[in-house]
Structure formats: C-alpha cells, structure tokens
C-alpha cells in the first residue's frame, strides 16, 4: 500500500514536501515516485527514486526545483517541491514500478504495480 500525503495551497514560489508511507511489499523490488495530473491534461512521471540502482529521476519540467529522497526506517517517500509554479497545480499520485519502466514525462503510468489515493497541490497566488 501507499499512502501519499502532504499537498495544499501555496502562493507562486513556494515550497512543499509530499510523503509517500510505503506498506505491504518489499519496496527493494521496485522503484518508488510521483505522478501528477492536472484538469484536463495527461498524467506525468514527476520522479522516481531506486534503492536497488541506488537512483533518482526527474521530469525535465521539475528538474533542479524538486527532490525525492527516502527514509529506509520510516519507509517513506518524500518529493520536497521549491520554486513551485502555478503550472505545478495538479493531483499528485504516489505509484511503485520496477524501475525500468518507469517514465519521466507524459505517461499514463500503466506500468505501474502500485498506487496510493492523490494529494492535491494547488499553486496560486
């Protein structure tokens, strides 16, 4: 299971952490991240961290303002979100996937083996 958590409003340049708590699977065997979707348009890959590959992944269009980190004793995910823009604004998801098949952009995620409720992120002044 996932359970993602840690979405709000914030003005344009803020800040945000989502968490991700994992459960139930051996998170070694997959690569654990976020999608996001926004009204209207298709989902994408936000980013992905690999404990097994020892690897992180980011979308172009968070790259450099987003970092996903891990902690193996809380078994949690976190996407630490700077710099947030409005075009951040989205349902964030929080998916695991063998890494591999992981997709940093538009993707519809289809891969992916799990899946927790979405979090919102709402960006706007």
């Known amino acids: 299971q996932l359970q993602a958590s840690g979405g709000g409003l914030v003005q344009p340049g803020g800040s945000l952490r989502l968490s991700c708590a994992v459960s139930?699977?051996?998170?070694?065997?997959?690569?654990i991240g976020w999608f996001r979707q926004a009204p209207g348009q298709e989902r994408e890959g936000v980013s992905c961290?690999?404990?097994?590959?020892?690897?992180?992944e980011y979308a172009y269009s968070v790259k450099g303002r987003f970092t996903i980190s891990s902690d193996n004793a809380k078994n949690t995910v976190y996407l630490q979100m700077n710099s947030l823009k409005p075009e951040d604004t989205a349902v964030y998801y929080c998916?695991?996937?063998?890494?591999?098949?992981?997709?940093?952009?538009?993707?519809?995620?289809?891969?992916?083996?799990?899946w927790g409720k979405g979090t919102k992120v709402t960006v706007s002044s």
């Open positions: 998916a695991a996937g063998e890494y591999r098949l992981w997709v940093l952009g538009p993707d519809s995620g289809s891969r992916m083996d799990y």
């Open positions: 139930g699977f051996r998170w070694d065997s997959y690569a």
């Open positions: 961290i690999s404990r097994t590959y020892n690897a992180t």
